[in-house]
């Protein structure tokens, strides 16, 4: 209970200060107050306040004078893991005897005065820049705080058309510093260019820091519009449905090859024995042959088709034949027929031995046999295949023709044998699907004469598609690094006699496959980070999603080293192709040998082509572009469910829980508004732990960011 008009007496007693005033009158509520100025010296002080008659009094006071201070922190602003230089008074000339703290966590003193301490700046995981107090306690005293801008210590300084990658798990961050105008603009790939079929689960995290001045009153930021065309048309996406059924048996025959056949494992004397077994003249127009049609759906060397075949054509690189039992209505004339086997001499077999190598003759007849017959359409969905059993001998496979062979579907307008087949279908597919296929036989027969592993299905398929394209090419006398567009995809689809979608638009729909594109205007979630180019199963893109992604990372390699390359082949990218096809390696391996760079930066280098070729993004380095295709204007006349998708982020806090397979990149695109903009920091880390631990290495994850605006 307060109690007015009480004197009370101030007084010092141990230090030599002062009050004022020392004689005060409590005010109405029964207070009485006065200002205590400590001693000139270091120590303890006391004082009392006195009331005579009132119990308790005197009341005693106590505090202890120091002359802790501290008047500047240099350098401004302060830098993670650098030095920096305190001044004051009452340090501790002890350097153990002065903590030091800077936003929160404690420094490192090196160095001490009374009046001056040298210090290590402490390092924060991923924090951004910000403004933060800095404070010096010494025997329990604290000064004053002194506030510094604390950077850290790498951050990103980018023009337009920059391109970072970091890949050490301890460091996987992002740091950008305020900026005054804003309208900025980056993508941000996190990806694991490891060949295993696993999953990198992580947490991309931005943190916002430290504010920034206001923009110049005029600035006006560049700004991009991105439009998409009509979904697919109807014979699109017929066409893309046949293909898919095809590229599925054949992905089922590959695995099953390399599983059960080992190119590795023919040996020379296997090979002479089986030349000399089926060695023979060349036949005749006319001629009957047997042949054995492998069972592509089940064991291809222990169950096959007899059929027997007349030859229809012997041209100076292949012998067409067909089978005798083929359905008649709407059949291949022998016009068809002499057309097909004309430009496999003149078109296909020239460009695939210039570019991939020189095709194996098992049965020594310098020709490779088509085989076209109903009992192909009777495995449902595949169009035509060529089997690496009929280079082995019988003994080793019982289904082999020993000799280089490609089986093709026929026409069958009335699904006497399997679908219905119509024969402008098989006309307009065939000339493509031998250069693919042949491209296999190639393969297997380069690699078994040296006993080389099997190529990945990824790398043979992706490199059998390119061989798609430099057909269409030499038919319509083009040539890689042209920067070609949608018109010549669609010249290629109308041109008189071999126009078909196969040549070039297959290659742009298949990658958009590995994109996610499920057909129609379609797109499966969580793509393309959950596919991987390395085609490994149980992903959510459809099955043959990796024949695009293949043939863009062959197209991409090509156009990057080879106009530069040279080899024991010769130069160019033919020589490149050929040392592809006849090395000892497989994988990522034989692409670090190939081009002698570090596959997981390649990686990066090429998933970051995928999104920024054709874009306008100022100053893009060639190692970031596809010189022989505009892929943005390509995929800007297509549905948007065709093309690479982003996730959109405002540049500001947020969190991505994801998941990134082996082979693959998940895209982020971080946009400032116009304006002043705060610094940002952002961490790749392990998703769901608390607080988020490091990735691990074992996947080798990797984040990059490429400026865009």
Not at 40 to 48: F, H, I, L, V
Not at 238 to 243: G, L, P, T
Not at 415 to 442: C, F, P, Q, R
Not at 669 to 688: K, N
Request: hydrophobic content about 40%; charged content about 15%; glycine content about 10%.
């Amino acid at each position: 209970n307060g109690v007015s008009g009480v004197d009370v007496t101030f007084a010092v007693t141990l230090g030599g200060g002062s009050m004022a005033p020392t004689a005060v009158v409590t005010d109405a509520s029964g207070d009485a107050m006065a200002t205590w100025t400590l001693g000139p010296n270091a120590g303890p002080n006391t004082a009392t306040a006195t009331s005579v008659g009132l119990t308790g009094s005197p009341v005693a006071f106590t505090a202890t004078g120091s002359l802790l201070s501290l008047s500047n922190v240099t350098p401004d602003p302060l830098v993670e893991g650098a030095s920096a230089t305190l001044i004051g008074t009452g340090f501790s000339s002890t350097p153990a005897g002065n903590t030091v703290m800077i936003g929160g966590q404690q420094a490192v003193v090196l160095n001490a005065t009374d009046t001056a301490l040298s210090i290590t700046i402490p390092q924060r995981d991923c924090r951004p820049a910000d403004d933060v107090n800095v404070t010096v306690m010494v025997s329990g005293q604290t000064t004053n705080p002194v506030s510094r801008r604390l950077s850290p210590a790498s951050v990103l300084s980018m023009a337009i058309g920059d391109h970072v990658i970091l890949a050490q798990p301890n460091d996987l961050c992002l740091q950008f510093l305020p900026d005054a105008i804003g309208g900025d603009e980056y993508v941000i790939g996190v990806g694991s260019p490891a060949e295993v079929n696993g999953t990198v689960q992580y947490a991309l995290i931005a943190q916002t820091g430290a504010a920034t001045v206001p923009p110049p009153a005029d600035f006006q930021p560049a700004r991009r519009d991105q439009t998409r065309g009509p979904g697919p048309t109807l014979d699109q996406l017929q066409f893309i449905e046949r293909q898919q059924r095809h590229d599925a048996v054949e992905t089922r025959l590959r695995a099953w090859e390399r599983d059960n056949l080992s190119l590795a494992g023919a040996s020379t004397t296997m090979r002479a024995n089986a030349v000399a077994a089926f060695a023979q003249v060349v036949p005749n127009v006319g001629d009957t042959l047997q042949f054995k049609v492998p069972n592509v759906l089940g064991n291809a060397c222990a169950t096959s088709i007899p059929i027997t075949t007349v030859v229809r054509s012997v041209g100076t690189r292949g012998i067409i034949v067909t089978d005798i039992n083929n359905p008649t209505a709407d059949s291949l004339t022998q016009s068809d027929i002499d057309g097909f086997s004309s430009r496999f001499d003149v078109d296909i077999q020239p460009v695939l031995e210039a570019n991939f190598g020189v095709l194996g003759d098992l049965d020594t007849n310098q020709r490779v046999f088509m085989v076209l017959t109903h009992e192909v359409n009777r495995f449902t969905g595949i169009a035509g295949f060529v089997f690496s059993g009929d280079l082995f001998p019988v003994v080793s496979c019982a289904s082999s023709d020993l000799g280089e062979i490609f089986y093709g579907y026929v026409p069958d307008s009335l699904g006497i044998t399997g679908d219905v087949t119509i024969k402008s279908s098989v006309v307009n597919n065939m000339l493509a699907l031998i250069a693919h296929e042949v491209t296999h036989t190639i393969q297997f027969s380069r690699r078994m004469a040296i006993s080389a592993p099997n190529m990945d299905s990824w790398q043979a398929e992706g490199q059998a598609d390119l061989a798609k394209e430099l057909v269409g090419h030499a038919l319509f006398t083009r040539s890689p690094g042209n920067e070609y567009t949608s018109t010549d995809i669609t010249a290629s689809i109308n041109a008189a006699s071999v126009g078909s979608r196969s040549w070039y638009e297959q290659r742009f729909t298949r990658l958009s496959q590995y994109y996610g594109w499920q057909g129609g205007t379609v797109k499966a979630a969580n793509t393309p980070e959950l596919c991987s180019i390395f085609g490994h199963s149980g992903t959510p893109c459809t099955t043959s999603y990796f024949y695009g992604s293949g043939w863009a990372l062959h197209r991409y390699i090509n156009d990057r080293f080879g106009p530069t390359y040279t080899s024991g082949a010769g130069t160019g990218e033919s020589a490149l192709q050929q040392d592809w096809v006849g090395g000892a390696l497989t994988g990522s391996e034989q692409i670090e040998s190939l081009t002698g760079m570090e596959f997981d930066t390649l990686f990066a280098q090429y998933a970051t082509m995928l999104y920024a070729d054709g874009r306008p993004i100022a100053n893009l380095p060639t190692i970031l572009q596809m010189p022989s295709w505009d892929m943005n204007e390509i995929y800007g006349g297509f549905h948007s469910s065709l093309s690479l998708a982003t996730t959109s982020q405002t540049f500001g806090a947020f969190t991505e829980n994801r998941e990134v397979r082996g082979g693959s990149t998940a895209y982020t695109l971080v946009t400032s508004p116009v304006g002043p903009r705060g610094a940002l920091a952002v961490r790749l880390r392990q998703r769901g732990a608390d607080p988020q631990p490091p990735l691990g290495s074992t996947m080798r994850p990797q984040i990059w960011v490429l400026r865009v605006n």
